[in-house]
């Protein structure tokens, strides 16, 4: 090596390699500047409102302590309450979402024909966003609905069956949108997944229950844990279903609904940004927990160049 | 679960096509328990489909397999009990290596203490000792190699399939697991199908060979019957013959000469052994391996006895102990050979190959035409044009 021909390249002391190869190593060099604009966008949009909320949190709006807005909200169950009520909405349907797309998926892992129409058509509900669905939910399973009246009229039942305007209404309306969400992400988990695992597992005796509970399962568990999470984070801030298909005073009266009447029918922004932050903290932790769960499993390459 | 020994396993017109394309055709061969079988032939003539019908991983479209009076094509894979090695080893990346080991035993629900004691035997066999407790992600290539084998063999299965394990590899370490998978399966007695597009490897390994292409069986046979007698110019290619090019049968066939043939090359008469039935005025391959070629001394008395090919050196290689010399004779015929004679671009050379090593295969039409390497020119035959220089 010359030094001559490269005057940049001075040599290093004897004891380590140049600063600048040492940083590079870390993955540090002029490069990062290109993050610059993304970071920018990022504190604008998301920090800067985050930490304004945060402290108008902790500003009573009829004065009192700091923490009035959160005793507020703990103290009265009609508010308090909509924790629980939104859990009891957005556990199930997640959990539903990511353990009913798992068997479909899994037998439409492989290539097929018709593969690409079948994803056409179940990222429609995505697109249709929650009124549409909503409406089309009211019309089919409502009082006077197709399915309740095909029943009737088969006498399975004398009665309608309440199935909106409550609880199961905006179930339903969650599962609609988020399981297409769920089976796409899952199914492209599972085509991630070397098929020679399963082929080599078969010649090992393993029949297709051992090959998908040994081999598939705990390859696929951690994009089960994503795909739990972001579908959770979805039902948790459900809003406009919980209005339209669901009983939005009593049963179905969620966590966003709170915060919404306190910023818009009371205006009281404090107590709203209050809630906003526990609904954060409570998302943070079972998403928390989720991961924990996560952290039991390989995470590394699952060996494919997939279907 | 079918872990019971074979006397012999058959595979009866074994077929499997892909839509239209016949991807495998016709096989039949019989397996006998304790024989190592090569599958032999260039890449994508159908090897690996014949290993993955033979696992059960691929049902058949035409033929049966049967294990003695047993038919076993309708079997699913993990009914036949067959072990199998794959290309890319397809180890179970969440197990650690003791783990990969233990699922086939564990599968067969034996006790606690035998899958212990047996997985300890199957990865001391193949030295991953020190290794056992890791994951396959943080071994070399060799080593997950090694866990493949292993983790096939640990079942004692009646048959093993390997597809193309070495591939992956390097040179060196080709050498070391080639010798290792003889070792262990002549220490276990296990009958194994081995598919590899290496005739090198074929030929060291495997008792009986099974040389396919495009789907169908060229020739079965032993390592030396493939070596000195390919049935066509197929196999003969894979077999070494380098020196490959058409000619024209002139004499004998059916005539006196009995084996004997003579065809013409371009005005140039040799000749040879028929390789198969053929007849005058037919058209013809000639086969010669490099190593067959001699160089005579320009004046030698051999020169007037025949089977004598002028040329002109073109290339010249060294490899350690002899040379690999390219040469072309005035008609464009390029050559192969091996020397310890040191030679030089330029030189005229006289060849001679005994009559018994020139094989005359029948059908010539269908030889590949040589490609002009750089700095030359083919001609529009296909023929090449004399050098400028
Ligand atoms: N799943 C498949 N679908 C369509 N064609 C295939 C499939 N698998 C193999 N083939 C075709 O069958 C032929 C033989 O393939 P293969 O057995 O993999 O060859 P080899 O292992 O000898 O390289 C190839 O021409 C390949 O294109
Ligand atoms: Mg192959």
Same mark, same amino acid.
């Given at each position: 090596m010359s030094t001559a021909s490269r005057p940049m390249a001075r040599v290093g002391k /004897?004891? !380590? /390699? #140049?600063l600048r190869h040492r940083l590079a190593d870390r993955g $540090? @060099? &002029?490069? =990062? =500047? #290109?993050l610059v604009p993304g970071l920018v966008f990022i504190v604008m949009l998301f920090v800067y409102p985050f930490l304004y909320g945060l402290t108008l949190s902790f500003q009573p709006m009829d004065g009192g302590g700091p923490f009035d807005s959160y005793r507020r909200f703990f103290e009265d169950s009609f508010q308090s309450s909509t924790i629980w009520k939104t859990l009891k909405l957005a556990i199930p349907s997640a959990l539903f979402n990511v353990l009913a797309s798992v068997p479909i998926a899994y037998r439409l892992r492989g290539k097929f024909r018709g593969k690409r129409f079948l994803t056409t058509v179940l990222v429609i509900p995505i697109t249709l966003g929650t009124v549409l669905t909503a409406e089309g939910l009211l019309n089919f #399973? !409502?009082? &006077? !609905?197709w399915f309740n009246r095909a029943l009737m009229s088969a006498g399975v039942i004398n009665e309608p069956l309440p #199935? $909106? @305007?409550n609880y199961w209404g905006v179930f339903f309306s969650i599962v609609i949108s988020g399981f297409p969400f769920a089976f796409l992400l899952i199914l492209s988990y599972l085509s991630g997944i070397d098929p020679s695992l399963e082929r080599a597992a078969s010649t090992l005796g393993a029949d297709w229950k051992e090959r998908f509970r040994r081999i598939t399962l705990p390859l696929l568990a951690p994009g089960l844990a994503t795909t739990f999470c972001l579908t959770f984070v979805l039902a948790f801030s459900v809003f406009p279903s919980a209005i339209l298909v669901g009983d939005p005073t009593n049963t179905t009266r969620v966590i966003s609904i709170a915060a919404y009447q306190a910023a818009i029918e009371q205006y009281d922004w404090s107590f709203a940004s209050a809630i906003a932050m526990i609904m954060g903290v409570i998302e943070i932790a079972v998403i928390g927990l989720v991961q924990l769960w996560r952290s039991q499993f390989y995470v590394g390459s699952t060996g494919g160049k997939g279907a | 679960m079918t872990n019971a020994s074979f006397s012999e396993l058959r595979l009866e017109s074994v077929g499997r096509s892909f839509g239209e394309q016949e991807a495998l055709a016709g096989l039949d061969l019989t397996i006998r328990s304790g024989e190592f079988i090569a599958l032999l032939g260039p890449s994508g003539c159908g090897k690996s489909t014949a290993l993955n019908c033979l696992a059960g991983l691929l049902p058949l479209t035409a033929g049966s397999i049967w294990m003695d009076s047993r038919r076993i094509d309708t079997l699913p894979p993990e009914k036949r009990g067959f072990g199998m090695v794959f290309q890319n080893y397809a180890?179970?990346?969440?197990?650690?290596v003791r783990k990969n080991i233990d699922f086939g035993l564990q599968m067969r629900h034996l006790p606690k203490a035998d899958v212990a004691r047996r997985s300890t035997e199957a990865v001391r066999l193949v030295h991953l000792e020190e290794h056992a407790g890791k994951l396959p992600g943080q071994l070399s290539g060799g080593q997950q190699q090694r866990v493949a084998i292993a983790r096939a063999v640990v079942l004692e299965p009646s048959l093993v399939l390997m597809d193309e394990p070495l591939s992956n590899l390097d040179a060196k370490l080709r050498l070391e697991m080639r010798t290792e998978i003889r070792r262990l399966h002549q220490s276990l007695g296990l009958t194994t199908v081995y598919v590899t597009h290496d005739q090198e490897e074929a030929l060291s390994m495997a008792d009986r060979l099974v040389v396919l292409r495009a789907g169908r069986v060229q020739q079965i046979g032993t390592p030396a019957e493939l070596h000195t007698q390919p049935v066509n110019w197929h196999v003969a290619d894979f077999m070494g013959f380098r020196n490959l090019f058409p000619a024209t049968v002139v004499n004998g066939g059916r005539g006196v000469l009995g084996d004997e043939v003579v065809v013409d090359v371009d005005g140039l008469r040799l000749v040879g052994a028929a390789a198969a039935p053929i007849t005058v005025g037919e058209k013809a391959a000639v086969g010669i391996r490099p190593e067959d070629l001699q160089i005579i001394a320009p004046n030698d008395p051999g020169t007037t006895a025949g089977n004598v090919i002028r040329a002109k050196v073109s290339v010249v290689e060294y490899q350690g102990r002899e040379f690999a010399v390219e040469v072309r004779t005035a008609t464009g015929i390029r050559l192969h050979l091996r020397t310890p004679i040191r030679l030089d671009a330029g030189d005229v050379v006289d060849l001679r190959v005994p009559a018994e090593r020139l094989l005359v295969f029948p059908g010539g039409n269908d030889l590949p035409v040589e490609e002009a390497p750089l700095g030359e020119t083919a001609s529009a035959d296909g023929r090449l044009l004399r050098e400028a220089s």
């Open positions: /004897p004891t !380590g /390699p #140049l $540090i @060099n &002029a490069r =990062l =500047l #290109l #399973l !409502g009082p &006077a !609905g #199935l $909106i @305007n | 180890l179970f990346p969440h197990l650690t």
